[in-house]
């Protein structure tokens, strides 16, 4: 919820977006470095550039976030998880 509250807080503030956007290319660029390894580490291929891969993570990760209340037994990790299998199983071994 907080990493929703600052990406809001960018969209209202020209001075704290400039902030915001460093860090969050930041993080965009690590998880795409993580999701790389994650596919080389399997010997697969990703469907997409990894970074776009992990933008869609975390976009699904911050509307799961917003639809989840306290008493919720929301399947939030679940659903990630089914996201990224799926993803795995379309995915084409790396060519060596």
Avoid: W
């Avoid at 907080?2 to 001075?15: D, G, I, K």
């Avoid at 860090?23 to 999701?35: D, K, M, S, Y």
């Avoid at 997409?48 to 639809?67: K, S, T, V, Y």
């Amino acid at each position: 919820m907080l990493a929703l509250e600052l990406q809001l807080l960018a969209h209202r503030s020209a001075t704290f977006a400039a902030e915001y956007d460093e860090v969050h290319e930041t993080h965009a660029e690590e998880l795409g470095r993580i999701v790389a390894g994650f596919y080389r580490s399997l010997g697969r291929e990703p469907q997409l550039d990894p970074r776009e891969l992990a933008a869609g993570c975390m976009a699904l990760a911050h509307g799961l976030a917003l639809q989840r209340r306290k008493d919720s037994e929301a399947p939030t990790g679940r659903l990630i998880m089914t996201f990224v299998e799926a993803l795995l199983a379309n995915a084409k071994p790396c060519a060596n």
